[in-house]
Structures are given as C-alpha cells and as structure tokens.
C-alpha cells in the first residue's frame, strides 16, 4: 500500500470527521511509522550498506548519494562496521565510545588502515574512522533504520518507509487509533479497542522468521536451532 492509500483507508473509517486543516493525517501516518521503529528492533529494520574509503579521509556522510550508492538518512542506531579486505576476510571495527579516545580520533592527522569509528559529533549520519583512511577499503555498515519525516529524506514520498509491505495492515490499525484519540479521547471505547488492536499488532510485527538467530525450533533435542543470521 501507499501512504496515501492508507490515509484514505483511515480517512474513510472515521467518517472523515478529522478537520485536515487542523490536524494532517498524512504527518499523524509518518508519526506513528516514527513511534512504531522506536517501539522495538524488528527484525526487518535491520538494514545494511557499503561504500569504499578514500585516500586521506576520514569522515563518511552515510546520507550522501555521492558516498553510497542508496544514501540512508534513516540512522537509528549502528549495529556494526566491518572492514572487507581484498581477500574477502571480515573484520569488525572497534566502536570508540569514550570521549577521550574521540578526542583523538578528531585530532589524527596521520593516515592508518581503519580500525575504529564514532559518530561524527553534531552529526547522525557520518562515520570518522580512528584516523584518515590510508587506501581504499571496502567498508560494511549495519544498522536499525527509523524513519527521517522531512522533505530532504524522502518525507514527502508516498512510498511506506521501512516498513514491510505484509505488515501495512497494521498501520491502519494505529493510525486510526491516533485519530480516534484525537476525535474522541482517550476513554472513549473506539480508542480503548484500537489501542488493543495495535498492541497485538506490535507483537505479530516483531514476530522472528525461522532463519533468525532468535528462533530456535523445539521439535526433540536431536534438531539443532536455526541459527543462520
């Protein structure tokens, strides 16, 4: 479904009792996809992307097209960055989480293999490696995704952001229950029945496929769990 899809959808099933020059359906739709990639790590939102490292630098604007091919600007939280080397040999960087050590790595002028990362200070989207990259280097990053309403992310695309298509049933659901506590209140039946809609709602979203590694399968102690990522 699109978003303007759904708005209709919703639009429809409250009677178009929402004043839309008092409050847009369409920013209560991106602010409910916010809370909903708050509310848990699903699964789904794990998402990932790679660029290369150049010469003499060290800071990368994730969001930038001209440094990855399919610029993210939906930065929740960094799961992990990984270095590839030429041989195809994995190796995780160390994040580097104290200020002192980020201090140096801001001050680093001389050129290294890159071993660690931070998130740039006054940025969401720019990793700085410990120091200027000596080379080119294959570099895999990690991540939950959220989701970034403004115009310069993609705020204004009728695409649904992040979340899968299989699950946009449940975004009717909890977009009517922000209307219905808009309209009504929040004692009033039709929002107390909506907000039980979307908590189970929320538990089916989180619900882990057979190939997570949070899914095992309890058929005898002769069958291993699934563990493949």
């Known amino acids: 479904?699109?978003?303007?899809?759904?708005?209709?959808?919703?639009?429809?099933?409250?009677?178009?009792?929402?004043?839309?020059?008092?409050?847009?359906?369409?920013?209560?739709?991106?602010?409910?996809?916010?809370?909903?990639?708050?509310?848990?790590?699903?699964?789904?939102?794990?998402?990932?992307?790679?660029f290369s490292t150049v010469s003499g630098t060290q800071t990368y604007d994730l969001t930038s097209t001209s440094i990855v091919s399919g610029?993210?600007?939906?930065?929740?939280?960094?799961?992990?960055?990984?270095?590839?080397?030429?041989?195809?040999?994995?190796?995780?960087l160390a994040p580097l989480f104290e200020v002192a050590d980020q201090v140096v790595a801001i001050q680093e002028t001389t050129s290294a293999e890159p071993s660690a990362w931070m998130i740039d200070p006054n940025t969401f989207g720019t990793i700085r490696f410990q120091a200027p990259a000596d080379g080119a280097y294959t570099i895999r990053v990690v991540f939950w995704a959220g989701h970034d309403f403004v115009p310069a992310a993609g705020g204004t695309s009728d695409t649904v952001p992040v979340v899968p298509p299989w699950l946009h049933y449940g975004l009717i659901v909890g977009l009517k229950m922000r209307l219905f506590d808009f309209l009504y209140g929040q004692k009033d039946p039709r929002y107390l029945v909506a907000v039980q809609q979307w908590a189970r709602f929320l538990k089916q979203a989180n619900r882990k496929p057979s190939f997570s590694t949070q899914k095992g399968r309890g058929h005898g102690d002769d069958i291993d769990a699934v563990v493949a990522a």
Do not use: C, P
């Not at 479904?1 to 004043?19: C, Q």
């Not at 920013?27 to 909903?36: D, V």
């Open 1 to 50: 479904m699109l978003k303007s899809e759904i708005i209709a959808h919703v639009d429809g099933l409250t009677e178009h009792r929402v004043d839309q020059s008092i409050v847009s359906i369409d920013y209560e739709l991106n602010l409910l996809i916010q809370e909903m990639l708050q509310e848990n790590r699903f699964w789904w939102a794990r998402k990932t992307v790679t």
């Open 71 to 92: 610029a993210i600007g939906n930065i929740a939280e960094i799961i992990g960055v990984y270095l590839i080397d030429s041989a195809g040999d994995i190796t995780e």
